[in-house]
């Protein structure tokens, strides 16, 4: 898709976007692209998670873009600020891959699935239904969301384009 009206979501980000706008965050590894889409107003939103939980954060000012559990109830603050109602809401997300294999399984080494776990949590938490996914495995993504049309483009180079 290439977009006049492209809205960058940088890592560790998140943004919104109302009618025409087209979403787009690159360098998914372990990280998850989480989207919500009220499609009765059109008005999307994108965070690009890094971390599941910001019980861990150690900065001065929280970056609440950078948690899952701050990050998606920022998300959907922001979208209903431009009319979006959190009963038409719906989900869709990419990323959360394993990027490394290690010997042992312990939870600290395992940041994609539990980016992805954690995501899930504050999606049911709020009563969000989860249409569609590309999660786990082991390569990295790009995705776009089309703000117009509800629909999520998802690149890799392992596994070209699909459409969520």
Do not use: W
């Given at each position: ?9 940088g ?6 976007a109302?009618?025409?706008g087209?979403?787009?965050?690159t ?6 692209g989480?989207?919500?889409y009220?499609a ?5 939103g994108m965070?690009h ?8 954060a ?14 998606i109830p920022?998300?959907?603050r ?7 109602q ?5 989900a869709?997300?990419?990323g959360?891959a394993?990027m490394?294999?290690f010997?042992?399984?312990?939870d600290?080494?395992r ?7 954690s995501c899930k949590?504050?999606?049911s938490?709020f009563?969000?239904?989860l249409l ?11 995705i776009e969301f089309d ?6 483009l998802?690149r ?9």
């Amino acid at each position: 898709m290439i977009q006049d009206n492209l809205i960058k979501v940088g890592m560790a980000d998140l943004n919104v976007a109302r009618q025409t706008g087209v979403l787009k965050t690159t360098g998914l590894g372990s990280c998850v692209g989480i989207t919500l889409y009220d499609a009765k107003a059109k008005v999307a939103g994108m965070a690009h998670v890094m971390l599941p939980n910001s019980d861990i954060a150690k900065e001065g000012q929280l970056n609440i873009a950078k948690y899952a559990d701050t990050a998606i109830p920022e998300l959907i603050r922001l979208m209903e600020a431009l009319g979006a109602q959190i009963r038409r809401m719906e989900a869709k997300m990419a990323g959360g891959a394993q990027m490394f294999a290690f010997g042992s399984q312990s939870d600290t080494m395992r940041i994609g699935p539990r980016n992805v776990e954690s995501c899930k949590e504050q999606l049911s938490r709020f009563k969000i239904p989860l249409l569609a996914e590309d999660t786990g495995s082991n390569y990295g993504r790009t995705i776009e969301f089309d703000c117009e049309k509800g629909t999520l483009l998802i690149r890799s180079v392992q596994h070209g384009v699909k459409e969520l």
